[in-house]
């Protein structure tokens, strides 16, 4: 018993291990370097593996190929380098390997600030992808969610076969803080689903029920394959408009219809409250601390967390936020969440708060929001 | 033994591709090592080259342009056991050339055969990284302004362990290849061909110009015996055999009473070298050491040794929200670097906050209260004024006691480090301050 000390990036190393993570590669780059740092530390003593590729596409290419051999694999880095993970996560996304990729945002664009934060990067890990299929993002608010989203994380790359992001931000991830681990709830380790044994294997296979086939790893007794080509189920390139279609759907469907599954959240209710704050990530924190100032006062507000953000968990928002006339988003960036919020949210009136000037929110700049819109 | 080779999928190369011959020999070399399927992987790059993969009774991974060694790399540290094969082209060459020299560097036991027909064929024939000077190809006179790159030597230079040369015309073709893929450690082998859809239509090609121009190259001379040394996942598995499990997390028992309830904010002004990100941590354990919640956030420059240091602390006995600092009880100000970082902060203090200052560093005027003290002149080295200040403010049981910072120190020290931590501040205690 007793608090510990911990710097968000350390918790997700920690976090990664008790998912079972056994591979990690990555290239350095701040704020994301102590994640690996953390690995080195953790990894290699027992068994795993932990490298430094030569760039980042190589780093979530070794990943890649772990991931196809079995392996629980993370990588991690910043916006520079999730620029050119993309090719990779369009990989990961059609060929559907499971893989976590821990985006540590820090101000862009481009090469930006290295040791600034900002949450810039949220409308960019869903859509750098070619294709536009949906991905999985989180987004950890403090040192807790970054163990425990970290292993979330994890369960969900394995039982949908997909790349999940964390969506971290320098200001979480670099922020050292007390966490008692002894009193986390972390969820029960999922591993992926195995081909059952009787079948021929068939690498992309499915049932009429079934969005996420069966895996087997490469190296096994039965033969497998993997291609970034438009495939069919057979993992053969096909051009067959009827086989393209059913597996587009499929991808499309498998996260989407699933998403109540994952939908991870806080909230801080206030009673006689017509207004929502809706904030991610470090943001709320800051309106939490506005909504709580703010309660016994004229002007209340309700505060909704989101910690899964793609793909987005429309129903559940709009459920949220039916009770109340108006809704104020808090983002650190200059308009991006706010967009999905201003689709779903027609009916209310909504007030938005970003800041990209490499500083936190302040909850007096909410609070401002909230009292005079 | 049987072919390896798919027969219900026949290979679709253009007619006289030498991709063809690669192909056969590469089934042949496999099958006379008694290879299964099973045991073999086939990861193949992307042009004609990337077709490969779907020729074989293999296992197979196809993936991007120029990657396929990173995939390679990921299969064979998760995999010791499996012979991995790349394909690749010329073109694969140039656009993964940073992977094809750090595979080389690293000497994992992988076999990468270059199918250098020197041109892009599948795109219209445009120059590749191969492509000859006076070769007519779809990139315009482009060509003429890049000198070719001859892999063996570059492969040579970075460190690889087996080169070689070959042509899809040479008898010892497969033989080439068994030795290319027995080798245990990284083996590339460049074979020439013909690229008879695009390259030879308007460029003469035959086995013996082929033999003639390779001939022209320089001998790779003892690369062999300076490049010699143990494969990669081999030395990386004995390497970590070697290290010891980290430690578990420290969790920090409640010994201590803090002197104070709420959120108290604490920011350490300095430079580089004053140790003021230690301090910053020091001040979190002390406040878990009384079993308060704490938050640490520091500001640096990316270069060490020069320049500004900040952090930022925060105390409370309820969790902590907002990270940001706005109202701080205590400022330590100790460099002009930090103290120029945060002058709107410092103007901006409250006449409840404490300074404590460093002799000679200026200040914007503010109603906080200051104590000054000149470390110099109490002979302090300026790595020690962070936690001497630290104890001037526990002496004063003012965020945390002496008794929390007596504890963070056993925290975060070796027992030398403590030892001389401890007489530091103990004689702290015993200074006469303003």
């Given at each position: 018993?007793g608090?510990t000390?911990m710097?968000?990036?350390?918790a997700?190393?920690w976090?990664?291990?008790?998912?079972?993570?056994?591979f990690f590669?990555?290239?350095?780059?701040?704020p994301a370097?102590?994640i690996?740092?953390?690995?080195?530390k953790l990894l290699?003593?027992?068994?795993?593996i932990?490298l430094?590729?030569?760039d980042?596409?190589?780093s979530?290419?070794?990943c890649l190929?772990?991931a196809?051999?079995?392996?629980?694999?993370?990588?991690?880095t910043?916006?520079?380098g999730i620029s050119l993970?993309?090719e990779q996560?369009s990989f990961?996304?059609?060929?559907e390997?499971?893989?976590v990729?821990v985006d540590?945002?820090?101000?862009g664009?481009?090469?930006?600030?290295?040791?600034k934060?900002?949450d810039?990067?949220?409308q960019?890990?869903q859509?750098?992808n070619?294709?536009g299929?949906?991905?999985?993002?989180?987004?950890p608010?403090?040192?807790?969610d970054?163990y425990v989203?970290?292993?979330?994380?994890?369960n969900?790359a394995?039982?949908?076969?997909?790349?999940v992001?964390l969506a971290?931000?320098?200001e979480?991830?670099?922020?050292r803080e007390?966490?008692?681990l002894d009193?986390l709830?972390p969820?029960?380790?999922e591993?992926r689903?195995?081909?059952d044994?009787d079948?021929p294997f068939?690498?992309?296979?499915?049932?009429?029920?079934?969005?996420?086939?069966d895996?087997l790893?490469i190296?096994?007794?039965?033969l497998?394959r993997?291609?970034s080509s438009t495939?069919?189920?057979?993992g053969?390139?096909?051009?067959?408009?009827e086989?393209?279609a059913r597996?587009?759907?499929r991808?499309d469907?498998?996260?989407?219809?699933?998403?109540?599954?994952f939908?991870y959240y806080?909230e801080?209710?206030v009673?006689?409250a017509?207004?929502?704050v809706?904030?991610?990530?470090?943001?709320?924190?800051a309106?939490?601390?506005?909504?709580?100032?703010?309660?016994?006062g004229?002007a209340?507000?309700s505060?909704?967390i989101?910690k899964t953000?793609w793909?987005?968990p429309e129903?559940?928002i709009?459920?949220?936020?039916?009770?109340?006339?108006?809704?104020v988003m808090a983002?650190?960036n200059l308009?991006?969440y706010?967009?999905?919020i201003?689709?779903?949210?027609t009916?209310?009136?909504?007030d938005?708060?970003?800041?990209?000037?490499?500083e936190l929110?302040?909850?007096?700049q909410?609070?401002?929001v909230?009292?005079?819109? | 033994?049987?072919?390896l080779l798919?027969?219900s999928?026949?290979?679709v190369?253009?007619p006289g591709?030498?991709h063809?011959?690669?192909l056969?020999a590469?089934?042949q070399?496999?099958?006379s090592?008694?290879?299964?399927g099973?045991e073999?992987?086939?990861v193949?790059?992307?042009?004609?080259?990337g077709?490969?993969?779907t020729?074989?009774?293999?296992?197979a991974?196809?993936g991007?342009?120029?990657r396929?060694?990173t995939?390679?790399?990921g299969?064979?540290m998760?995999?010791?056991?499996?012979k991995v094969?790349?394909?690749?082209?010329?073109?694969?060459?140039?656009?993964?050339?940073?992977?094809v020299?750090s595979?080389?560097?690293?000497?994992?036991?992988?076999?990468?055969?270059?199918l250098?027909?020197?041109?892009?064929?599948?795109?219209?024939?445009q120059?590749s990284?191969?492509?000859?000077q006076d070769?007519?190809?779809g990139?315009?006179?482009l060509?003429k302004?890049?000198?070719?790159l001859?892999?063996?030597q570059?492969?040579?230079?970075a460190?690889?362990c087996y080169v070689?040369?070959?042509?899809t015309y040479d008898?010892g073709l497969v033989e080439g290849l068994?030795?290319a893929i027995?080798f245990d450690?990284?083996s590339?082998?460049?074979i020439w061909?013909?690229c008879?859809?695009?390259?030879t239509r308007?460029?003469?090609?035959?086995p013996k110009?082929?033999?003639a121009?390779m001939?022209?190259?320089?001998?790779?001379?003892?690369?062999k015996t300076?490049?010699?040394?143990a494969?990669y996942?081999q030395a990386?598995?004995q390497e970590s055999?070697?290290?010891?499990?980290a430690a578990e997390?420290?969790?920090?028992e409640?010994?201590?009473?803090s002197p104070?309830?709420g959120?108290?904010?604490v920011?350490v002004?300095?430079?580089?070298?004053q140790?003021?990100i230690t301090?910053?941590?020091?001040?979190?354990?002390a406040?878990a050491?009384?079993?308060?919640h704490?938050?640490?956030?520091?500001d640096?420059?990316?270069?060490?040794?020069?320049?500004?240091s900040?952090?930022?602390?925060?105390?409370s006995d309820?969790?902590?929200e907002?990270?940001?600092?706005?109202?701080p009880?205590?400022v330590?100000?100790l460099?002009?670097?930090?103290?120029?970082?945060?002058?709107k902060?410092?103007?901006d203090l409250?006449?409840?906050?404490?300074?404590?200052k460093?002799?000679?560093?200026?200040?914007p005027i503010?109603?906080a209260?200051?104590?000054?003290i000149d470390f110099k002149?109490?002979k302090?080295?300026?790595q020690?004024?962070?936690?001497?200040?630290l104890?001037?403010?526990?002496?004063q049981n003012?965020v945390?006691?002496?008794?929390m910072?007596?504890?963070a120190?056993k925290?975060?020290?070796?027992k030398?480090?403590y030892?001389t931590?401890i007489?530091?501040i103990e004689?702290?205690?015993?200074?006469?301050l303003?």
């Open positions: 018993m608090l000390l710097e968000g990036n350390e997700i190393g976090g990664a291990m008790a998912a079972g993570c056994n590669a990555g290239y350095p780059i701040t370097t102590t690996y740092n953390t690995m080195l290699p003593p027992k068994g795993g932990c430094q590729g030569e980042e596409i190589a979530i290419g070794f190929g772990a196809m051999s079995g392996m629980k694999t993370m990588t991690a910043s916006g520079p993970y993309s996560i990961a996304i059609g060929s390997i499971p893989i990729i540590v945002q820090r101000l664009p481009s090469t930006g600030s290295a040791t934060g900002a810039g990067d949220i960019f890990l859509w750098g070619s294709g299929l949906p991905v999985i993002v989180l987004a608010v403090d040192v807790k970054c989203l970290t292993m979330q994380a994890f969900l394995e039982r949908y076969r997909c790349p992001f971290s931000n320098k979480v991830s670099m922020t007390t966490i008692d009193r709830d969820p029960q380790i591993e689903r195995t081909a044994a079948h068939v690498p992309f296979g499915v049932n009429d029920e079934q969005l996420t086939p895996f790893a190296g096994g007794q039965r497998v993997q291609t495939h069919g189920m057979d053969h390139i096909t051009t067959d408009p086989q393209i597996m587009q759907e991808l469907a498998k996260l989407k219809k699933s998403v109540s599954a939908t806080d801080y209710g009673t006689g017509d207004t929502l809706i904030a991610y990530g470090v943001t709320a924190r309106a939490m601390t506005a909504v709580k100032k703010m309660q016994h004229n209340k507000a505060l909704l989101l953000l793909p987005v129903e559940f709009r459920e949220q936020a039916a009770p109340y006339k108006r809704v983002e650190m308009g991006q706010v967009r999905e201003q689709r779903l949210l009916g209310k009136k909504i938005f708060i970003g800041q990209m000037n490499g929110i302040k909850p007096g909410i609070q401002e909230i009292q005079n819109g | 033994m049987d072919s798919n027969s999928r026949p290979s190369f253009c591709c030498s063809e011959q690669v056969h590469l089934d070399a496999l099958t090592m008694m290879l299964t099973e073999v992987v086939i193949s790059d992307i042009g004609c080259s077709l490969f993969d020729f074989f009774n293999t296992h991974f196809h991007l342009h120029g396929a060694l995939y390679a790399t299969i064979k998760a995999r010791p056991d499996l094969i790349v394909t690749m082209g010329d073109g694969g060459l140039g656009i993964g050339g940073a992977h020299l595979t080389c560097r690293r000497n994992i036991d992988l076999t990468l055969l270059v250098n027909n020197f041109n892009y064929g599948m795109t219209g024939g120059c990284s191969t492509t000859p070769a007519l190809v990139s315009g006179f060509n302004l890049e000198k070719p001859d892999i063996c570059v492969a040579a230079a460190g690889a070689s040369r070959t042509s008898k068994k030795r027995v450690g990284f590339l082998l460049d061909g013909i008879p859809g695009r390259y308007r460029n003469k090609l035959t110009s082929i033999e121009d001939a022209k190259l320089p001998d790779l001379g003892d690369y300076r490049n010699a040394r494969e996942g990386y598995r055999a070697k290290l010891q499990p997390p420290v969790r920090i409640a010994t201590c009473t104070e309830q959120r108290r904010e920011v002004l300095g430079s580089a070298g140790r003021i301090a910053g941590e020091l001040l979190c354990l406040g050491s009384a079993g308060c704490a938050a640490q956030k520091s640096y420059p990316i270069t060490v040794m020069r320049g500004h900040v952090s930022e602390i925060i105390l309820i969790e902590i907002y990270t940001g600092i706005e109202n009880s205590v330590i100000a460099a002009p670097e930090g103290v120029s970082r945060r002058k902060m410092l103007a409250s006449p409840k906050a404490l300074v404590i460093a002799f000679g560093i200026e200040l503010s109603p209260s200051v104590i000054e002149a109490e302090i080295k300026p020690d004024w962070a936690l001497v200040a104890a001037v403010l526990a002496k003012k945390l006691t002496m008794d910072l007596k504890a120190l925290l975060r020290f070796r030398a480090e030892e931590a007489s530091m004689k702290v205690a015993a200074l006469q303003p």
